[in-house]
């Protein structure tokens, strides 16, 4: 019989880190079903909308969502669909089907997770049609991959890696036709900050040396230091999440220099009540309405503790320096 190996404080950190998929996954499901917003798909991910959740929270991930949105979607545009998108941490975000509906599909999409949770999102895919068809109808032959942890078609590909171990994801990566030579996004939310700053430098590093024309939109905590990011601190320890980056997440010129330190030509920073401010005010009157919010500094405080970093480099001048909002 052979010997079990032990559990350590890594798999105890690695197994809490993927629990915050599912957080984030409830949180959309519920803010969507009170119409923040439009996703018709996140349902095949998470069935029960489960427990309400805070008004500042409804409007906090409305705010990641739209300006998350805002940058990716102006990306694909300035490079009229010719580019590929990267979701590195994807969990079960729903973004792929979203652009097959909106027609703003890059040449390929891939996803990149711990390959736990990626085998669950391609068992929700080949069981749920709605999700499964708008992927068969966008690849052209018989046959697409499909095992427990990868999925490939032509168009959308989603691949269980960690991404503290670059040379094996970029490996899998290439084999399913990334391309160096195509303008690329790449998409984090919430995923650097539980890295050490030394594998997430090595992460940024290895997408500016490898792409020569690329963006990188990374949602995630800032002005971690005062005392509500204490906070936030110790509540996901609490629940054994470490944030092992956190030192990168002290303001937002501290993850403007992130970037500018790993090769990016040119970064922006924005907090959150900021990108709130700037969203289309219309929108977000509609939004304000639909929950009563008591407290409004609550919001304001949760806003000023999460930002929009993009970073640019490019050598096609296509004019990437010019989006932001």
Not at 43 to 50: E, T
Not at 78 to 90: H, M, P, R, S, T
Not at 162 to 173: A, G, P, Q, Y
Not at 276 to 288: G, K
Request: charged share 25%; proline share 3%; net charge negative.
């Amino acid at each position: 019989m052979a010997a079990r190996q032990r559990f350590t404080d890594s798999d105890t950190a690695d197994e809490a880190v993927r629990a915050t998929c599912d957080d984030a996954t409830t949180c959309k499901r519920f803010a969507s079903s009170k119409s923040y917003w439009k996703d018709p798909y996140i349902q095949y991910f998470v069935r029960s909308v489960g427990e309400r959740k805070a008004p500042e929270i409804n409007r906090g991930y409305y705010a990641r969502v739209q300006g998350v949105n805002h940058l990716l979607d102006a990306f694909i545009r300035k490079a009229e669909c010719d580019c590929q998108v990267v979701n590195l941490g994807a969990g079960l975000d729903t973004t792929f089907w979203r652009l097959k509906d909106e027609n703003l599909m890059p040449r390929k999409f891939f996803e990149v997770d711990f390959p736990t949770i990626v085998a669950r999102k391609i068992h929700n895919i080949k069981t749920k049609p709605p999700l499964s068809k708008p992927i068969i109808e966008t690849h052209s032959t018989d046959s697409l991959l499909l095992d427990s942890h990868c999925l490939d078609s032509d168009r959308y590909c989603i691949v269980g890696a960690d991404l503290r171990d670059i040379s094996s994801m970029d490996e899998k990566l290439k084999k399913f036709q990334l391309n160096p030579e195509l303008p690329t996004l790449f998409l984090s939310e919430c995923v650097l900050v539980y890295m050490t700053p030394s594998q997430s430098s090595n992460l940024l590093h290895w997408a500016a040396e490898t792409f020569h024309t690329a963006m990188f939109i990374n949602y995630e905590q800032v002005n971690m230091s005062d005392r509500f990011g204490q906070v936030m601190i110790e509540n996901l320890q609490r629940r054994q999440c470490t944030l092992a980056g956190v030192e990168a997440c002290q303001s937002v010129d501290s993850q403007k220099e992130r970037f500018l330190k790993t090769g990016w030509e040119q970064a922006d920073a924005l907090d959150m009540m900021t990108v709130y401010s700037i969203l289309p005010q219309d929108d977000v009157a509609r939004i304000e309405r639909l929950e009563f919010l008591d407290e409004k500094e609550l919001l304001q405080q949760l806003l000023q503790h999460y930002s929009i970093c993009w970073a640019t480099k490019d050598k096609l001048n296509l004019g990437l320096s010019q989006l932001a909002f």
